[in-house]
């Protein structure tokens, strides 16, 4: 039972702090806020969380098992490379659209002034992601005949590219410009860019 309460605070510290990410784009989040936010005292926060570093770290670990779990079904259910793409690519849109404020972590807005080994793991989170995208584009060769008209490597990071700056641009537009807003019409056109077939 009392695992059980202690998890659901710490839920409930990280549901605050993605609330306050949102709706103070811009501003810094303080210890002293975050405990207001949660209606507890700063020293209930540091019984759940050693430092807000620690919490923050709790909302990367929520993006990378929320998107790293949903990438590998996509990977079990799709056997098209340029469609697992697709779907990779979406699924990252789709998640910082509903997540507004743990975005703001993800283009480092939230992490100005905060411990480095946050930015290093927002880094890993993004090459992991890209990684992933080669290792698809790398099979498909073998498996489609599927052939990319920049190297591997530029690729997969073109990929990655366009979808990192729809999300920036979310984040800088605080919120109002939608990261899959004209997605479904500009990705055929990354199709024909990226992809040929073998011949």
């Known amino acids: 039972m009392e695992n059980t309460h202690k998890l659901s605070r710490k839920e409930q510290i990280l549901q605050a702090l993605a609330h306050m990410l949102e709706h103070n784009p811009g501003s810094r989040i303080t210890t002293s806020r975050l405990a207001k936010e949660v209606g507890v005292s700063e020293a209930a926060l540091y019984r759940h969380f050693p430092s807000k570093a620690k919490m923050f770290e709790g909302l990367i670990i929520f993006i990378e098992d929320t998107i790293f779990s949903r990438v590998k079904l996509i990977l079990a259910e799709e056997k098209s490379a340029i469609r697992r793409c697709e779907q990779v690519l979406t699924l990252l849109l789709t ?3 509903k997540n ?5 972590i993800l283009t480092g807005d939230a992490l100005m002034g905060e411990t480095e080994r946050l930015r290093s793991r927002v880094i890993q989170f993004f090459d992991r992601l890209e ?8 099979e ?3 498996r489609e005949g599927l052939r990319t008209n920049l190297t591997l490597s530029g690729a997969a990071n073109l990929l990655m590219a366009a ?3 729809r999300i920036s641009q979310f984040v ?3 919120f109002k410009r939608s990261p899959t807003e004209l997605w479904s019409e500009q990705w055929p056109l990354l199709v024909v ?3 040929r077939k073998n011949t």
């Open 100 to 104: 507004p404020g743990i975005t703001r």
């Open 95 to 97: 998640f910082t659209e």
């Open 131 to 138: 990684t992933q995208i080669k290792q698809i584009i790398r």
């Open 172 to 174: 800088r537009s605080e």
């Open 163 to 165: 979808a990192e700056g």
């Open 193 to 195: 860019a990226v992809f």
């Open 140 to 142: 498909a060769e073998f």
